[in-house]
């Protein structure tokens, strides 16, 4: 995890005590990047980060799934532990249907709004985005998966400085998800990501926090060489 050198008095919790303690809470005014490679589980974080945060404070959860019927799964699944394949394939019993509805209604008092239709390019989705936080008073901001996401939006592409920009004005913490090259995976050693992993180089320019999560077992690593 790298933090930008600068004092912040405010901060946003995430509600994850020992990962608060170890690296710092995340920029309550500011731009974020949870940067992975894939199968490293950037939603599943995403969405229990932004679960937590919604304890607090208002937050808005974009996202480049295709329906919100899925990315609202992928909440149950988060609050109740239930597997999502399970969730969306097998048939729930008696007590796993009940256990859903008592779920369903934690989710109703969270501080929580998804969208998964953004407007069809980037000035639309700027001001309906800034008129929606406004309304709202949203204080936390995510985009599930920035590639995927700026498909949904025309020529010209949302740019990292535009984020960083938005969550200076509206004075937010913006929290966003991107996949990392995998070209280093080719080489030997723990295959940790780095920010030669990054594939916009805008990033590390404006993001005020670089989160890059990595799982070793996703490489058959069982014992840290360094």
């Known amino acids: 995890l790298l933090e930008r050198g600068k004092a912040r008095p405010v901060q946003l919790n995430s509600g994850f005590k020992d990962l608060d303690q170890a690296y710092g809470a995340l920029p309550a005014t500011g731009l974020t990047l949870i940067g992975a490679r894939p199968g490293m589980g950037k939603t599943l974080f995403m969405v229990q980060l932004a679960l937590q945060i919604s304890r607090e404070v208002p937050v808005l959860y974009l996202t480049g799934e295709r329906t919100t019927f899925s990315i609202g799964h992928r909440f149950l699944s988060a609050l109740s532990g239930i597997e ?5 394939r097998e048939k729930l ?48 901001l995510f985009i599930d998966d920035f590639s995927t996401f ?30 990392l090259s995998t070209f280093s995976e080719s080489f030997g050693g723990a295959k940790r990501p780095s920010l030669y992993d990054l594939r916009d180089e805008s990033i590390e320019r ?15 690593i069982t014992v840290d060489e360094e």
């Not at 999502?84 to 969306?88: A, E, V």
């Not at 929580?112 to 985005?129: Q, R, Y």
């Open 84 to 88: 999502l394949y399970r969730l969306l």
């Open 206 to 220: 404006f993001a005020d926090k670089i989160v890059m999560l990595y799982r070793a077992r996703h490489y058959g």
């Open 93 to 140: 019993s008696a007590d796993g249907l009940e256990a859903m509805h008592a779920i369903a209604g934690q989710m109703k008092n969270r501080h929580l709004f998804i969208n998964e239709d953004p407007a069809g390019n980037v000035k639309d989705f700027l001001e309906s985005t800034t008129t929606f936080i406004r309304e709202h008073k949203i204080k936390a």
């Open 150 to 179: 700026q498909q949904y939006l025309q020529v010209p592409k949302l740019t990292c400085q535009e984020l960083h920009e938005l969550a200076q004005t509206e004075n937010i913490s913006i929290i966003f998800s991107d996949n």
